[in-house]
């Protein structure tokens, strides 16, 4: 089994994203990600920017973020976001222990701002997905962390 799916299945589960709703996105995560790359989140969002748009599925690795959608009506999946961190520039999150949610934002090489809101199932879990995001971007950023 390689690196990629060795990480995302743990993930996945920690996250309780059903294994149908994977199994449909999966395809689409296999043909961004290398096989060596290691994830380190997976998680359901909706974008801020469009909230009717349907429900998105978000993998962070060590080297890419991925996005995925899947619409309200026709249940279509297509890829939204598929990103090498390198490539995202003004990446920024702010935790909401109120309301259990992580708001993230990042430009893309397009120019286009990217905002999503992950919903955390507990409060104590906001703290995790922030120390994750830290983590990957601090790696990507020699030390500096931009939330």
Same mark, same amino acid.
């Given at each position: 089994?390689?690196?990629?799916?060795?990480?995302?299945?743990?993930?996945?589960?920690?996250?309780?994203?059903?294994?149908?709703?994977?199994?449909?996105?999966?395809?689409?995560?296999?043909?961004?990600?290398?096989?060596?790359?290691?994830?380190?989140?997976?998680?359901?969002?909706?974008?801020?920017?469009?909230?009717?748009?349907?429900?998105?599925?978000? %993998?962070?690795? +060590?080297? $890419? *973020?991925?996005?995925?959608?899947?619409? &309200?009506?026709? /249940?279509?999946?297509? !890829?939204?976001?598929?990103?090498?961190?390198?490539?995202?520039?003004?990446?920024?999150?702010?935790?909401?222990?109120?309301?259990?949610?992580?708001?993230?934002?990042?430009?893309?090489?397009?120019? %286009?701002?990217? +905002?999503? $809101? *992950?919903?955390?199932?507990?409060?104590? &879990?906001?703290? /995790?997905?922030?120390? !994750?995001?830290?983590?990957?971007?601090?790696?990507?950023?020699?030390?500096?962390?931009?939330?």
């Amino acid at each position: 089994m390689d690196v990629f799916s060795r990480t995302f299945l743990p993930a996945a589960a920690e996250a309780g994203v059903p294994i149908p709703t994977l199994s449909r996105h999966m395809p689409i995560f296999r043909r961004c990600v290398d096989s060596d790359d290691a994830t380190v989140l997976v998680t359901r969002c909706v974008s801020t920017d469009r909230p009717m748009s349907g429900e998105f599925l978000m %993998v962070l690795t +060590r080297r $890419r *973020l991925v996005i995925t959608q899947e619409t &309200r009506i026709l /249940h279509r999946l297509r !890829l939204h976001l598929n990103a090498n961190l390198r490539h995202l520039s003004d990446v920024t999150w702010s935790p909401d222990l109120r309301e259990s949610t992580v708001d993230v934002a990042a430009t893309a090489v397009d120019g %286009v701002r990217e +905002r999503f $809101r *992950l919903r955390v199932s507990e409060p104590d &879990r906001v703290w /995790h997905f922030d120390a !994750l995001l830290k983590q990957v971007f601090r790696e990507r950023r020699g030390g500096l962390v931009l939330s």
